[in-house]
């Protein structure tokens, strides 16, 4: 059997295994080690596996990643979530479905320091949708809401995804994080335009909120204040290059410890669970990129990613046709698929295939993320959704996916945004690059 | 009775394994503040790098135990959850047959790769601090993931412990 063959052969008993309840990471794993034994020797598969395992679990790069967790894991148990929500209904609370655009922002806010979109959810399932219920939302708006809101923490830095994309592809952490403002902001935008047209359409979906004074808004900016401060130290910090991303996410999760101390909120319990839940995040994720690199090193031999990177180039369609069959694939393996693990066992299939089409590698990124953020709001394995769903059990899990519907059409209109106007994602990193190189020059 | 001495042994070892990572993380963010902070002045902190890097590598080792008994890993479900009782049970067996496994070569593999970096006198860039016993440590944690599979088929569809 060719070396290609044994690929095809351990790309299907891939999903097989996927699709027995096997932890993603260590599907990779045994499949990469089984697959280089049977090419190579058995005894350099386990060399293989020994060696990779170590080398993920020692790198300084990675070291990233229990560091921003634990930065969103104590926001979210220091209630900055709670005051970020105040402020934005305060501000927001007159429009339309108010309550709804307040919890967008608010994600959007939580997304600038938490890079997760599950935990996003989690969090503002937990402070926005009592609010809603009090104020007669629908519940099939306020989840939805809560479910897509989410979303934008994996676009919004600090991402784990991009994070995790940038590794992978030796691609630079800060320049993925700035691509992804700019479209994290246009689909909370898009979102908060969904909500509108809603409540415009059905107005009983989210009743106008109370009004608020110019006294009360300008004390509501107070809440805003400790993430702004948070948020523009670490990242501002790591664009200008004051310090590395490890060390970004290190400064930035003794800030969220300070700033926890301040509100009273640090207990010896509060900073013990949070720990708790960062290593077991950060495990898990690891773990999954541990797995990815063992069974990337048995792809790379047998030659499958450049065969169909080649192959996938050389078809007589315009390389527009072909990213659209790919991020088709993206958004209905999304459905089934774990975003993360998604992206980490797909990028050294398509990476190949994205670099020879000539596009831009960290407009790529933005763009997978943007896809398989729609992945996790649609079913089967919508995880946003189903966040919310276990956080308030007296909702039904199909109106939580009735309700986060309409803001895919939003995530599909910035998909194609992104495709017609790719500098939405590559202009901030572009600018910053040319700032940079202006201020070596001013500098010599 | 073996059970429980059996389930209480591991349970506590996987405690102290994540205090061990909890532990780590927090000294990640204690050596690179310092770091940060120091690094204008006179006195800068040599081998941050080496610190954090072996840090990681504590945090994950001591982290893995505790995520595959609090059952933190992810797993694709959907079509696991339309399975027969039956069904469940012999995919959940085959899932945990693999996993202690490949755990359990990795650990044994990890010995002897320590062993190796001992021989080659492996150490870290700065601060020359040894790099051998880093295997042994995943080795460790690599059995007791094996040990939380072993009580898992003792107590089939019971975590171990809750996050």
């Not at chain 1, 309840?21 to 990779?28: A, K, Q």
């Not at chain 2, 040990?147 to 898992?152: A, K, Q, W």
């Amino acid at each position: 059997m060719s070396p290609t063959l044994i690929g095809i052969a351990g790309c299907v008993a891939l999903v097989v295994l996927l699709l027995s309840n096997m932890p993603v990471g260590l599907v990779m794993a045994v499949i990469g080690v089984i697959g280089f034994a049977w090419i190579v020797n058995p005894s350099a598969a386990l060399s293989m596996l020994t060696a990779d395992i170590y080398d993920t679990f020692s790198s300084q790069t990675l070291s990233v990643i229990p560091l921003f967790v634990l930065m969103g894991q104590i926001a979210f148990h220091s209630g900055i979530s709670r005051r970020l929500f105040a402020a934005a209904y305060t501000w927001l609370g007159r429009m339309p479905g108010g309550l709804a655009i307040s919890t967008v922002g608010a994600c959007t806010a939580f997304g600038a320091i938490c890079g997760s979109g599950p935990a996003t959810s989690a969090t503002m399932a937990a402070v926005a949708l009592p609010e809603m219920k009090r104020f007669k939302y629908s519940m099939e708006l306020a989840a939805g809401t809560v479910a897509a809101g989410g979303t934008l923490g994996m676009m919004i830095p600090p991402s784990v995804v991009f994070i995790v994309y940038a590794i992978l592809t030796e691609q630079s952490i800060g320049d993925l994080f700035l691509s992804g403002i700019l479209p994290g902001l246009l689909t909370a935008a898009l979102f908060g335009i969904v909500i509108v047209v809603q409540c415009i359409l059905r107005p009983g979906l989210g009743p106008v909120g109370p009004k608020t004074t110019l006294m009360e808004k300008t004390k509501a900016l107070l809440g805003v204040l400790e993430t702004l401060i948070l948020f523009s130290v670490v990242m501002g910090g790591m664009f200008a290059g004051f310090f590395t991303p490890t060390e970004g996410a290190a400064i930035g999760a003794f800030g969220a410890i300070v700033i926890a101390a301040c509100q009273k909120k640090l207990t010896f319990k509060m900073l013990m669970q949070s720990l708790y839940e960062t290593i077991r995040t950060s495990c898990m994720v690891i773990i999954i990129v541990a797995g990815a690199i063992i069974f990337g090193h048995f792809l790379a031999i047998t030659r499958l990613p450049f065969e169909m990177a080649s192959g996938l180039a050389g078809l007589p369609l315009p390389a527009w046709m072909i990213m659209a069959i790919i991020l088709l694939f993206y958004l209905v393996a999304g459905c089934f698929v774990d975003a993360l693990a998604l992206i980490i066992l797909t990028i050294p299939i398509f990476y190949p295939v994205v670099q020879n089409l000539g596009y831009h590698p960290i407009w790529f990124g933005v763009m997978i993320v943007l896809v398989t953020q729609m992945g996790t709001i649609t079913p089967p394995v919508g995880v946003c959704v189903y966040v919310v769903g276990g956080m308030e059990r007296d909702i039904p899990l199909q109106t939580i996916f009735k309700g986060a519907m309409p803001f895919l059409l939003a995530l599909i209109v910035a998909a194609v945004l992104l495709m017609l106007f790719p500098q939405i994602a590559t202009c901030l990193p572009d600018w910053f690059d040319k700032l940079q190189t202006v201020s070596v020059v001013l500098e010599q | 009775m073996f059970i429980a001495v059996y389930e209480k042994i591991v349970y506590y070892v996987v405690r102290v394994l994540a205090i061990l990572a909890a532990v780590a993380v927090m000294a990640m963010i204690g050596v690179t503040l310092v770091d940060v902070i120091l690094r204008k002045t006179p006195f800068p902190l040599r081998g941050a790098y080496d610190i954090v890097q072996i840090a990681t590598a504590v945090a994950i080792a001591g982290a893995l135990p505790y995520t595959t008994a609090v059952k933190g890993h992810v797993a694709i479900e959907f079509l696991y959850h339309k399975l027969s009782r039956t069904g469940r049970a012999v995919l959940s067996t085959f899932v945990r047959l693999v996993g202690i496994i490949l755990f359990g070569f990795a650990a044994y593999q990890f010995i002897f790769y320590g062993i190796d970096l001992l021989k080659v006198g492996q150490v870290t860039p700065t601060l020359k601090l040894p790099m051998f016993w880093v295997p042994w440590l995943l080795a460790f944690s690599f059995a007791i993931v094996v040990l939380v599979y072993i009580y898992e088929f003792l107590r089939p569809g019971k975590e171990m412990m809750k996050l």
